[in-house]
C-alpha cells in the first residue's frame, strides 16, 4: 500500500509509521521538523518519503499529496496535532488560532485533498486521529482542545457518509492516554499518574487492527470510555469545577 501520515515524524504518527513500514509498505510522513525522526532508522527504509511541511499550509500539504499520491493514494492517516494547557496558561490569538489550523483546518484540508484522489481512483482510506477528549459534551469552560476534537470526530462523520457511495472508508481513532514522549514531556518527565494509560507498542496494535478491520470509529481503552460517560452524565457546573 501507499500511506501518507501527516504528523508521522514523531509520537503515534511515528509509531504508526515503523509498523506500516516494517511490513512492507511504500510510505510518506510529514511534519514540522522531519529532524525529530531517528535517521539512521529512517535509512533502513528505501521506501520511505519525508517531507517538511506544516499541515497549516494548504499549499504545501497539496504539493505533498499530488507527489507522493502520484498513481495512486491507499490511504492517509491524519496524527498531526496541537495541544495547549489552558488550566495552566491562558490562550492568547496566536495560539488559539494555531490549535484551529492544525486540529481542525489541517485536518480538513488533508482530507478533502486526499479525497479527491480516491473519488478519482475508486478506493481509499482516510484516518482521522481524535481524543478522547472529543467525546466529553460541551459544557461553560470547556477547553478549545476538547472542541477541537470534537469537530475531529464530526468531520471523520460527515466524510464517511460523504465518500461511502465511491468506496472510500474512513476511521476516526479516539484514543486515551498513551505513553509517549510528547505526553512524558507535558507532564515533567512522567505519565505514570494518567488514568488508564496504555503503552505506545499496544496502542499502535489497536489502532491498526482498527484500520484493517475499516472500524468506523474505535475508542481505546475501553475503561476511559466509559469514564468519559459517567463524566457526561455530571451537571455542566460540576465538570467545570472538575476542570
Not at 511490513?23 to 535509512?43: F, N, Y
Request: proline share 3%; hydrophobic share 50%; charged share 15%.
Amino acid at each position: 500500500m501507499k500511506i501518507l501520515i501527516v504528523g508521522g515524524t514523531s509520537g503515534i504518527g511515528w509509531a504508526l509509521a515503523q509498523h506500516y513500514l516494517q511490513a512492507g509498505h511504500q510510505l510518506a510522513v510529514c511534519g514540522r521538523d522531519v529532524q525529530r525522526v531517528d535517521q539512521a532508522l529512517a535509512r533502513q527504509y528505501a521506501q520511505l518519503t519525508m517531507y517538511q511541511l506544516d499541515i497549516a499550509d494548504t499549499a504545501a500539504l497539496a504539493a505533498a499529496v499530488n507527489e507522493f499520491g502520484a498513481g495512486g493514494l491507499d490511504m492517509l492517516i491524519v496524527s498531526a496535532g496541537f495541544y495547549f494547557n489552558t488550566r495552566h496558561h491562558k490562550l492568547d490569538e496566536a495560539t488559539t488560532l494555531r490549535m484551529l489550523k492544525t486540529n481542525v483546518s489541517g485536518l480538513n484540508a488533508a482530507f478533502e485533498l486526499a479525497a479527491e484522489k480516491m473519488i478519482a481512483q475508486g478506493y481509499g482510506h482516510l484516518v482521522g486521529i481524535s481524543s478522547v477528549a472529543g467525546l466529553l459534551k460541551d459544557y461553560p469552560g470547556a477547553s478549545v482542545y476538547s472542541a477541537c476534537k470534537r469537530t475531529v470526530l464530526s468531520l471523520c462523520d460527515t466524510y464517511r457518509i460523504a465518500l461511502s457511495p465511491f468506496a472510500v472508508k474512513v476511521t476516526a481513532i479516539v484514543p486515551g492516554y498513551v505513553d509517549t514522549a510528547k505526553l512524558r514531556e507535558l507532564n515533567d518527565g512522567d505519565a505514570s499518574h494518567k488514568p488508564f494509560i496504555m503503552p505506545e507498542e499496544k496502542a499502535v496494535a489497536l489502532i491498526a487492527t482498527a484500520i484493517q478491520q475499516a472500524v468506523p470509529v474505535s475508542v481505546f481503552p475501553w475503561q476511559m470510555r466509559w469514564m468519559i460517560r459517567l463524566l457526561n452524565f455530571l451537571p455542566a457546573q460540576l465538570l467545570k469545577l472538575r476542570r
